[in-house]
């Protein structure tokens, strides 16, 4: 990464930290039993992000909106999750949604607003 990309990111980090803050949104209710499908669901989905990315920021709101339990995976602070999100999706841009179906196939969604969509059509 350049060292003006670098010094934009240093920046905007702490703004995008306090939105991240302010504006997270609270979770919707569902009745135990659907809560528990929503749970058994999303251990299949994981998503590669950074804390400091507003994109991310954007798909971790609606993560919490939706009131779902996704592992997170920081590609900043973890290279092997940056090297595995390379290898896996073909590029390191993040967020990006990794999503593993009943038979093992895997998709690697990128673009914070197509997974929101998928999100929200899943379990809105
Ligand atoms: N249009 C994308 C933009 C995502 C984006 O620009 N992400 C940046 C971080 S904020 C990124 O991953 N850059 C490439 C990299 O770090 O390898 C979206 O909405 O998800």
Redesign the pocket.
């Known amino acids: ?1 350049s060292l003006l990309k670098r010094t934009a990111r240093a920046m905007l980090a702490p703004c995008v930290r306090l939105y991240d803050r302010l504006r997270r949104p609270s979770p919707m209710q569902r009745t135990p039993e659907r809560q528990a499908e929503v749970d058994l669901a999303t251990q299949r989905l994981v998503l590669y992000h ?1 804390e400091t ?4 920021v ?2 971790r709101h609606k993560i919490a909106e939706l009131g779902l339990d996704i592992e997170m995976r920081d ?1 900043l602070l973890d290279p092997h999750h940056r090297q595995a999100l390379a290898e896996g999706g073909g ?5 990006c949604l990794l999503i593993t179906d009943e038979q093992g196939n895997q998709e690697w969604l ?4 197509d ?1 929101n969509r998928y999100l929200v059509s899943r379990f809105g």
Not at 53 to 56: A, I
Not at 91 to 95: A, C, I, R
Not at 110 to 113: L, P, W
Request: glycine letters at 0%.
């Open positions: 990464m950074f990315c507003p994109f991310c954007r798909v590609t590029k390191t841009q993040v967020p990128y673009e914070s607003a997974i």
